[in-house]
């Protein structure tokens, strides 16, 4: 029974994907992928042209695009401004690498880390008491800043003279130092009343 199903499966996915990628396209498609493939062709000829840099930003949402002196610029001020690197005499990895495409941000990849479950631990026992403590100071989307909009209006609060205020906190993880990071969640504890977690 189950190798029936198995086979079913098996067969049906296999029409799905030679539908999907290997079935002539459409007049209309086709006409579409010319017209942005000549776009690409004429990106990369003035990306060429320029000495531009074209890379998708820090949270993947939006390209960032520049010269190359103006990146340069920029990670050398991240550098300074971080003091969380040093600058090696050679690139031990010129051997095993070529590729220009290096981000300046170091990007880990901590999934499968030995720390992750010691991690999503602590964050199910102190998220709880963040979102509590901090639900009426904390927005977290749209809806939410409407409606704390909407209160801060029924208050009176609202006026004229009302500044709004938007911040990124930037290098959050090699700016601010684990020690003072663990003093902090103590404080917001203690404070809150939490004496044991």
């Not at 029409?15 to 290997?22: E, G, I, K, M, T």
């Not at 840099?53 to 960032?64: A, Q």
């Given at each position: 029974m189950t190798a029936t199903?198995?086979?079913?499966?098996?067969n049906q996915l296999l029409?799905?994907?030679?539908?999907?990628?290997?079935s002539p396209l459409s007049y209309n498609d086709q006409t579409l992928a010319l017209k942005q493939a000549k776009k690409v062709v004429s990106i990369q000829r003035k990306i060429k042209k320029?000495?531009?840099?074209?890379?998708?930003?820090?949270?993947?949402?939006?390209?960032?695009?520049?010269?190359?002196?103006e990146f340069d610029k920029?990670?050398?001020?991240?550098?300074?401004d971080t003091n969380a690197f040093i600058e090696l005499k050679?690139?031990?990895?010129?051997k095993i690498q070529d590729n220009?495409?290096?981000?300046?941000?170091?990007?880990?990849?901590?999934?499968?880390?030995?720390?992750?479950?010691?991690?999503n631990y602590l964050d199910d026992i102190i998220r709880p008491i963040f979102d509590k403590e901090c639900q009426n100071t904390t927005i977290i989307d749209g809806?939410?800043?409407?409606?704390?909009?909407?209160?801060?209006?029924?208050?009176?609060?609202?006026?004229?003279?009302?500044l709004f205020c938007t911040f990124d906190i930037r290098n959050l993880y090699t700016m601010l130092p684990q020690e003072e990071a663990l003093n902090v969640l103590v404080e917001f504890l203690h404070v809150h009343g939490y004496t044991k977690v």
């Open positions: 199903i198995l086979k079913q499966y098996s029409h799905d994907l030679n539908l999907s990628y290997f320029y000495h531009l840099i074209l890379r998708v930003t820090d949270k993947g949402y939006n390209f960032y695009i520049g010269t190359e002196k920029k990670a050398q001020n991240f550098f300074h050679e690139n031990p990895f010129n220009d495409g290096i981000p300046v941000r170091p990007i880990e990849n901590t999934i499968n880390a030995p720390t992750t479950n010691i991690s809806t939410s800043l409407i409606q704390a909009l909407h209160q801060y209006m029924r208050k009176g609060l609202f006026k004229s003279t009302t």
